[in-house]
């Protein structure tokens, strides 16, 4: 009998130990947010290891400590969408949504997603803003928008499927080929490449926006209102053409970061290219050899370690999480039941190779 009291003892000794542990770590989350002093890394490990300690007894807790994750994480995406930062804006978003689904945070969204030009993503996110408020007017005109460029898109002249990009210098000369790792400083002049179809032979004119990093138009002494340059193009068919570079004579002209390509026909964007700018950790001639990561031993000549990360563009998924879409040259594009593992997605896509790995999912340096 004693030792079965013994037993009893224990057990709850240990459940109210778990239990305290779980309102401290509830309690220092909850003054983090309170403060204002709190990143998202600093908030995700803060609900990671409150989860780790996860029971029955802390459910109604959990709940609140996600919810209020949620709203944290709404609220930096609204931060970022305002300074243009949309592409880390929707990833913010999506956590949001996980953790607590609101009609704000699918219409925010949208509107993020509106403004990178994805226009039937913005438009999936639009109607599921109107599931919880169906007469919201906003949301109502935030659709109709989404669906007349969708439109423009599906019946402009001319239908981008690809995009690649490359580092010229001031001659045009290719100094890193296509789809090569681009390094900050042995950038010039990043010149793109579009793949395209058009069914009738025509003169089109197309507005190019560059965008850094941080979310900024980049714009020259000739740049027109709105856009970094324009080009004049004569479509016929299938083809291939390399548009003119946008940089400088300069090298390294370009900083480190996630940049965008934007292509727009009149008003509406009908094709993007988001692309890395790598840390100056190679030498220039590294940067144009097929083999560019270093040797796959643990230590090199100066004995330094190789070190291995995972890659921090593609979350270790070896692919790009942006999705990318083939022409529908204005047929409906199919909708899937199952959603896309890597974005969750349900229309008809496809998720190019991450470059900054390679499709390998690591980064290696020393």
């Known amino acids: 009998m004693k030792k079965l009291i013994s037993m009893i003892f224990l057990i709850i000794c240990n459940n109210l130990s778990s239990q305290n542990i779980n309102n401290e770590m509830y309690n220092e989350a909850l003054q983090m947010l309170q403060s204002g002093n709190v990143n998202q890394a600093g908030m995700q490990k803060m609900y990671d290891s409150f989860s ?40 913010n978003y999506n956590t949001a949504i996980q953790h607590k689904p609101t009609f704000e945070a699918y219409n925010s969204k949208g509107c993020s997603q509106y403004a990178l030009g994805d226009y039937t ?24 928008n989404a669906q007349q460029q969708i439109l423009k898109v599906e019946y402009a002249p001319i239908a981008i499927y690809d995009i690649k990009i490359a580092n010229s210098d001031q001659e045009g000369n290719i100094v890193t080929d296509y789809d ?66 946008w940089g400088s004579k300069t090298k390294g002209n370009w900083a480190t970061g996630r940049c965008r390509l934007e292509i727009w026909y009149e008003d509406v964007c009908i094709a993007s290219k988001n692309f890395f700018i790598l840390p100056d950790v190679h030498n220039d ?56 593992p890597i974005c969750g997605r349900h229309d008809s896509h496809y998720h190019k190779s991450c470059i900054p790995c390679q499709g390998k999912g690591y980064i290696e340096s020393y």
């Open 52 to 91: 780790k300690e996860y029971d029955k007894k802390t459910e109604n807790t959990m709940d609140a400590l996600s919810k209020q994750y949620g709203d944290f994480n709404y609220n930096l995406g609204y931060n970022k969408a305002k300074s243009n930062l949309h592409l880390d804006a929707i990833e």
């Open 180 to 245: 090569l790792p681009i390094y900050s400083d042995n950038t010039y002049y990043l010149k793109p490449k579009i793949f395209y179809k058009s069914n009738v032979k025509s003169k089109v004119s197309l507005q190019l926006k560059y965008f850094k990093s941080d979310g900024s138009l980049i714009i020259g002494d000739t740049s027109h209102e709105g856009y970094s340059t324009k080009v004049d193009l004569i479509t016929n068919g299938d083809e291939s053409r390399s548009l003119i570079g």
């Open 285 to 340: 001639n590294n940067v144009t050899m097929p083999n560019y990561f270093p040797p796959q031993n643990n230590e090199n000549s100066s004995g330094l370690t190789l070190k291995r990360k995972v890659c921090t563009s593609c979350n270790g998924k070896g692919v790009d999480p942006y999705p990318s879409y083939a022409p529908t040259y204005g047929l409906d594009r199919v909708i899937k039941d199952e959603a896309c």
């Open 121 to 144: 993503g913005a438009l999936e996110s639009f109607n599921k803003a109107l599931e919880f408020q169906s007469d919201n007017q906003t949301a109502i005109q935030n659709k109709l």
